[in-house]
């Protein structure tokens, strides 16, 4: 029966690691025999085999009693078993070794049994080592595939939904007033420029997110009316400093959508920091109880599990009332 490429690839690590057991074995009985004594040449290669074997069968029977009893909650079994297997491996041991190849031992049979439980304990040990290495690399791994695969999303509802509405205003607006129709096309052009950038971006530097914000904001600057006010300030130290892309826009779009409304007079505030590496975004926008505003709620959900992935433990994020306005607040230690 022909082997898949996986398990000729287990076998071979397998081997590879026995293998260097082997060559450890041997130094160190090597080393333990008296140069001086006279014994059989081929003595120190036959107990260095024998050892190496029953190593072998030892961790064997480990996994295999801890993947037949263990794992299927029986126990009272595994444990009798266990202690059963690391007897017989120790005599078996030591039978061979006295009977078959004459040799004598130093260390008492219990001593034997210790050895053997040892390594049929340390086998187990190796087993859950791996096994948590693999899982976390899968872990990591799946986190970066649902982190793209968010980010994927968020451009993919933000772009139609967005050009949608602001090819709207843009038309209305053209034929009012075509130098300011034309003023928003440049401007909803950069974002889209920026949008088509990142698309294989996993990071961007601030000056480009900023940028980006900078046009977004004055697009949504012209499309509301004289009662809408919107202000954006930034303060950064150093505007290369990478972050992911589109990490501030949920805030700023939840503070412009639920803040700026037709017909009434409201306010934006949005300020971005970022020194000694901490970035902070603070927004704060007018805010009516009783008004409603069409929203999936995801938004900031999916900011928050972003987050939890990219920068884990090291960022703070609020969003609540107070008075009348409403209050943003996400700091992140880069």
Same mark, same amino acid.
């Given at each position: 029966m022909l082997l898949t490429a996986p398990i000729r690839k287990t076998l071979l690590k397998h081997l590879a690691g026995w293998l260097v057991a082997l060559l450890i074995l041997a130094i160190n009985v090597h080393q333990s025999y008296d140069p001086n004594e006279e014994v059989a040449r081929l003595e120190p290669l036959l107990v260095v085999l024998l050892l190496w074997v029953c190593i072998i069968a030892a961790?064997?029977?480990?996994?295999?009693?801890?993947?037949?009893?263990?794992?299927?909650?029986?126990?009272?079994?595994?444990?009798?078993?266990?202690?059963?297997?690391?007897?017989?491996?120790?005599? &078996? =041991?030591?039978?061979a070794g006295e009977f078959m190849l004459d040799t004598s031992f130093a260390q008492s049979l219990i001593n034997d049994v210790i050895s053997f439980t040892f390594v049929m304990a340390l086998a187990l040990g190796v087993r859950y080592a791996k096994r948590g290495i693999i899982d976390q690399y899968r872990l990591q791994k799946t986190e970066a595939l649902l982190l793209k695969s968010e980010l994927e999303t968020l451009k993919s509802q933000l772009s139609p939904h967005f050009l949608f509405n602001t090819l709207n205003n843009i038309y209305g607006t053209n034929l009012a007033d075509p130098e300011k129709g034309s003023e928003m096309i440049l401007h909803l052009a950069e974002l889209y420029r920026y949008f088509l950038d990142i698309q294989k971006k996993e990071r961007v530097s601030l000056k480009e997110e900023l &940028? =980006?914000?900078?046009?977004?904001?004055?697009?949504?600057?012209?499309?509301?009316?004289?009662?809408?006010?919107?202000?954006?300030?930034?303060?950064?130290?150093?505007?290369?400093?990478?972050?992911?892309?589109?990490?501030?826009?949920?805030l700023i779009e939840n503070a412009i959508k639920y803040g700026c409304f037709p017909g009434g007079h409201s306010v934006v505030d949005i300020d971005i920091v970022c020194k000694d590496g901490l970035l902070s975004l603070s927004t704060r926008n007018s805010f009516e109880p009783g008004r409603k505003v069409v929203s999936s709620g995801n938004g900031l959900n999916n900011l928050s599990r972003r987050l939890s992935i990219l920068y884990p433990d090291r960022f703070t994020l609020h969003s609540e009332p107070q008075d009348k306005m409403w209050l943003g607040k996400l700091r992140i230690t880069l």
């Open positions: 961790s064997y029977l480990s996994l295999f009693l801890h993947t037949y009893f263990f794992k299927q909650g029986k126990y009272v079994q595994y444990g009798i078993t266990f202690v059963a297997g690391s007897v017989s491996v120790a005599m &078996a =041991f030591r039978f &940028a =980006f914000i900078r046009h977004y904001v004055e697009l949504e600057k012209l499309r509301l009316t004289e009662n809408n006010h919107i202000h954006f300030r930034s303060d950064i130290t150093n505007p290369d400093t990478k972050i992911a892309p589109l990490l501030l826009m949920p």
